[in-house]
């Protein structure tokens, strides 16, 4: 599986910064949110209206545009070095600058 770089994404005054997974999708589209970010962050007025708004108590508290500039995952150094680490998975992601 291959994954992208966190992204930014922006619906008016919400934001996201998520990772993800890459793949094939049929010809004019160019993503799709998967069921996990539509239940992180579940949109009002999707099915009953032109007007779409993330105005659930999560959305309103923690998707500004201030909150999206850290990122959750980081790489621990201290992992490679310990004799007693496994390997259980790993993800990779691309760079469309180094492909």
């Not at 919400?14 to 962050?41: C, M, N, Q, T």
Request: charged content about 25%; overall charge negative.
């Amino acid at each position: 599986m291959e994954y992208t770089e966190p992204l930014l994404l922006q619906h008016r005054m919400h934001y996201s910064r998520e990772v993800f997974e890459v793949a094939p999708l049929e010809p004019g589209v160019d993503l799709f949110l998967p069921f996990w970010w539509i239940a992180k962050h579940p949109p009002q007025g999707a099915w009953d209206s032109e007007e779409l708004r993330f105005s659930s108590h999560n959305c309103l508290e923690k998707c500004r545009r201030y909150e999206t500039t850290e990122f959750s995952l980081s790489l621990d150094q201290m992992v490679a070095l310990d004799p007693e680490a496994k390997v259980i998975g790993h993800v990779s992601v691309i760079n469309e600058e180094n492909p």
